[in-house]
Each structure stands twice: as C-alpha cells, then as structure tokens.
C-alpha cells in the first residue's frame, strides 16, 4: 500500500520554507483522496496553526478539489480578469500584460552582529540582529526600474502589512537588519525604517491590491517583507553570550538588473 500524505508532510514542507502555491501544488498532485490522510479535526487544526502552516494551505487540506471554473459561451473562463493577479496568496510583478510570480519563502535565518564591538565598549555601542536570505542574488528579476506590483493576500491580511527593503548584498547572502540591543538607546525591534522603501497601495478586488512606488528603483536587490509574528531572545543590560534573537515571516525578494 502507498504511504499516505499526512499533516506531518505539510508540517515539513513548511519548515523548508516552501511556499503556500508550491505545498498546494503538492496537494493536489498526489492521485486520489484515499492517498490523502489529513486530520483537520480541531485538535488537528491547532497543531497546523503552532507549525505555521497558513489558512490558504489549511483550507486546501480540508478540500484538496478545485473549484470547478464555468466557461461562458466562447471558451473564455467567466469571472477571472485579465487586469487581475491569478487568485493564488503571492506578490506578482506585472510586466506589460503579464502578471510574473516573484517567488516566496519563509524566513526565520537570523544573525548578531556588532557584538564584539558591544563587549569591547561595554555595551555603549550596542549590537544589532540581521534577517539573511541565501545566495547572492535574486532568481527573480524585474527589468523595470519603475514596476508596477500586486498583492493576492490570505484573509486577514493587507498589502498595510508589508514593508519593501533593500537587500545588503555580500558574497554568498542578501540581509536586513530587524532589531538592535543595548548601547545608549537600548533595545529595540522591526524592520530599520532607513532600508524601507516608501510605496502606495489601492484595494483593486477581494484581497488583492495594486502596489505603486513613490521613485524609481535603482539596480540592485530588494524584496518585500511580511513578518507572521516576531520573538526577541536579546537579554536584558550587557550583551552576553546567550544574546540573539529569531524573526518569522515570509520574503519575496527580486533583483532590478543594471
């Protein structure tokens, strides 16, 4: 007998930091429903809801089928709008006419800098916290030095919750700086507000929202962030060994080439 897909499956493919479409992908590609084995009870629903797992994944679990789409007379596939991103949770890039995924992920990687510099001054200078994303570079890449974004949100959610940064590139990552300790001014948390990139958003559907940015962007490595809940580990006073911290979000990050 075939083993079946489980809650556990799902559970790991989050940790991996896959993206909601990938994981629903993976869904509805396995053949049948006796291969599925998904415990959406509510004791079921709480474990996925601690791993993080979202409510658009969840919601597939407890009906893997797709909604069948009715064909208006002529072929053409009513209710869905061309002017529109498809009606899956993500950030896409509108390229002329065409709506170009920029591909998600989790991000929880998480590094303390600055520290040495701390101790040396007994905590006067202070240390910071920096999110990283792998790799040098974006696989997605928007040529458009003015582009034009939308935003397909999971319920409860608003493009209002989303910051665009601009990427530190080094050799073999891309980070940001979201929180700081100690020093003169003490602690604190969130995305540097330096890094953020000002833009504006108007609510053009149900939960889809039409990006504009204030200036051009110039070549580089950016991404727009949305934290899903954020835990500082940093003692309290002087800096000491133990000091960190952790961030939870998810990251869609792009490249404007020169």
Same mark, same amino acid.
Do not use: C
């Given at each position: =007998? ?6 556990? +499956?799902?559970?790991?493919? $989050?940790?991996?930091?896959?993206? +909601? @479409?990938v ?15 998904? @415990? ?13 797992v979202? +409510? ?23 209710g ?29 990687? $998480?590094?303390?800098?600055? *520290? ?9 200078r !202070?240390?910071?916290?920096? /999110? ?6 974006? *696989?997605?890449? &928007?040529?458009?030095?003015?582009p034009?974004?939308?935003?397909? &949100?999971?319920?409860?959610?608003? /493009?209002?919750?989303? &910051?665009?940064? *601009? ?10 700086q ?26 053009? /559907?149900? *939960? ?11 070549? !580089?490595?950016?991404?727009?962030? =949305? %934290?899903? %809940?954020?835990? /500082? =580990? ?9 000091? %960190? !911290? ?11 080439? +020169?």
């Amino acid at each position: =007998m075939a083993r079946r897909f489980t809650n556990q +499956d799902i559970i790991e493919m $989050v940790r991996l930091g896959l993206s +909601d @479409d990938v994981i629903i992908a993976k869904i509805r590609s396995v053949s049948g429903q006796d291969a599925l084995k998904f @415990d959406t009870s509510v004791d079921g629903l709480k474990a996925l809801k601690a791993a993080r797992v979202s +409510d658009q994944v969840i919601k597939v679990m407890i009906n893997p089928e797709r909604t069948p789409v009715s064909v208006a007379p002529g072929g053409a596939p009513s209710g869905v709008d061309p002017n529109l991103p498809p009606p899956e949770v993500g950030v896409y890039w509108k390229d002329a006419e065409r709506f170009i995924p920029i591909e998600g992920q989790a991000l929880t990687q $998480v590094k303390v800098g600055g *520290r040495a510099g701390s101790l040396f001054t007994y905590g006067v200078r !202070g240390q910071h916290w920096d /999110a990283y994303v792998d790799g040098a570079t974006s *696989r997605n890449h &928007v040529r458009d030095r003015h582009p034009r974004f939308y935003f397909y &949100v999971s319920d409860g959610t608003s /493009a209002s919750d989303f &910051v665009l940064i *601009r990427l530190n590139q080094k050799k073999h990552r891309r980070e940001f700086q979201i929180g700081s300790l100690g020093g003169v001014r003490g602690g604190k948390s969130g995305v540097k507000q330096s890094g953020e990139i000002p833009f504006k958003f108007e609510h053009v /559907a149900i *939960r889809t929202f039409k990006v504009t940015l204030d200036s051009d962007l110039n070549a !580089g490595e950016y991404a727009f962030f =949305m %934290g899903t %809940g954020q835990q /500082a =580990m940093m003692t309290e006073g002087r800096v000491s060994a133990g000091s %960190g !911290g952790t961030v939870a979000g998810r990251i869609y990050d792009f490249n404007v080439p +020169d």
